[in-house]
């Protein structure tokens, strides 16, 4: 009885090496996780004696993000920090957002502040 090898044919792709069976797999250094860097938290400040101001600090109290309303007006200012500016990479202009209540300053001073701690979060990781 004659044995008749059988072998599958694959297409072979230009450039491309196949491996086949058992064939030695290249040796590469065990992947290390890198351990997660800690959250950047902040938290809302809102003035208490006049309600018109509006300010959202880091762990550190540095401020990242506010928003206020002279008196005199009736709609209210977004402003944005130095900090904020250099974790973007923009250069920082002291240019102020107009909003038109109290609860959409908030609202914007919470979102600027949670990318503001994702992007240094994100930029510590790597």
């Known amino acids: 009885m004659t044995a008749v090898s059988q072998r599958q044919r694959f297409p072979h792709t230009p450039g491309t090496v196949g491996r086949v069976g058992g064939a030695a797999q290249p040796k ?17 400040v809102e003035d208490d ?25 009736n709609y209210w200012l977004l402003y944005i920090t130095p900090l904020v500016a250099a974790a973007a990479g923009v250069p920082f202009r002291p240019d102020h957002l107009p909003l038109w209540s109290r ?12 990318l503001y701690c994702c992007a240094t979060q994100f930029s510590r990781a790597a």
């Open 28 to 44: 590469r250094p065990p992947s290390r996780t890198a351990p997660s860097p800690t959250p950047t938290r902040y938290r809302i």
């Open 49 to 73: 004696d006049s309600g018109q101001r509006v300010s959202a600090v880091d762990d550190n109290d540095q401020l990242i993000v506010g928003a206020f309303r002279h008196a005199q007006n």
């Open 103 to 114: 609860d959409q300053a908030r609202r914007w001073v919470d979102l600027v502040a949670h």
